[in-house]
């Protein structure tokens, strides 16, 4: 009956089309979108959970000495009761309109880009009848991270100053209602270029964090699928511990040069001076400082 109607060149209705293996064009559009929208659902969910740990982390990173916090050490409690202690418990929510538009703006690109690849190595691994290598696998993850990072980088600096905000004099604290009010008054003061200030260790970031989170991730189920006989949730479980914690290896000490290039008080002149004064001037170590904060915050994402 279907030889016949493809004979006679009548166009086939959507479900005889779907079971004869061809998909319309509009479902094809919306199982492309699928990625794009569980990422960004997603990483706001987890936004919201975590953004007094990346508060936390912030100001721990932007802190560069003891003295500053004027209670004799940079801890996570000491940092914590100072932030409580100055504008309340809420204040650990000060940002939150810009991570959550980070998340949109970058989770949504980053894992919808990341899972659009993935897709086409699966696609060409089934035609060749080969598996696609950890390679293929880190290049798309990656790559997935610089974009999305890139775009989102004005979103990243909004967010840096919103939360360090507070450290500042109060004569001199800016007060952003949100997000958009911050974009407006920095492009206004400072002009648009500074909305990509920190974009090289903002991008490279991303890609180490893609790495960690995506590539270690979906080679530590796999291997854990081929090698054990743990469930699947149990697999996933284990895999994203794995990818969390690799993910805030590779990148910590990018995501620190990042915070002190976009804050207000940046005197650094571009990433390698950064990491180089940092090195010289506070010792390697400091690049982690946080990094319990950092692995929690990463956790839910992972």
């Not at 190595?121 to 696998?137: G, K, P, V």
Request: hydrophobic share 40%; net charge positive.
């Amino acid at each position: 009956m279907a030889r016949s109607v493809e004979g006679a060149g009548v166009e086939q209705s959507p479900v005889l089309a779907a079971k004869n293996g061809r998909v319309p064009l509009s479902e094809k559009f919306w199982q492309g979108c699928i990625p794009f929208v569980i990422g960004g659902v997603s990483g706001m969910a987890a936004t919201i959970c975590v953004q007094p740990l990346d508060m936390v982390k912030v100001r721990m990173q932007l802190t560069t000495s003891d003295k500053s916090t004027g209670q004799g050490s940079v801890s996570a409690i000491n940092v914590l009761r100072g932030i409580v202690r100055s504008g309340g418990a809420i204040e650990l929510y000060n940002g939150l309109s810009a991570a959550l538009a980070r998340q949109l703006v970058y989770g949504t690109t980053r894992l919808g880009l990341f899972a659009t690849f993935e897709q086409n190595l699966r696609r060409r691994a089934e035609i060749s009848q080969h598996s696609y290598s950890f390679t293929q696998r880190a290049l798309a993850s990656v790559s997935a991270g610089g974009i999305a990072a890139a775009v989102g980088n004005p979103i990243e600096v909004a967010l840096i100053r919103m939360q360090s905000d507070g450290m500042h004099p109060v004569n001199r604290q800016q007060k952003y209602r949100s997000a958009v009010d911050a974009l407006i008054r920095i492009v206004k003061t400072e002009g648009v270029a500074v909305l990509w200030s920190g974009c090289g260790p903002t991008v490279v970031r991303a890609m180490s964090t893609n790495f960690g989170q995506l590539a270690c991730f979906s080679e530590t189920k796999h291997q854990l699928k081929v090698r054990t006989s743990l469930s699947d949730w149990q697999q996933t479980l284990l895999a994203s511990a794995n990818g969390g914690f690799c993910a805030a290896l590779f990148s910590m000490p990018f995501d620190t040069v990042k915070s002190r290039l976009q804050s207000r008080q940046a005197r650094y002149r571009g990433m390698a001076h950064c990491f180089s004064s940092i090195l010289k001037e506070e010792g390697a170590l400091r690049f982690y400082r946080g990094f319990p904060m950092y692995c929690a915050r990463l956790g839910p994402h992972s």
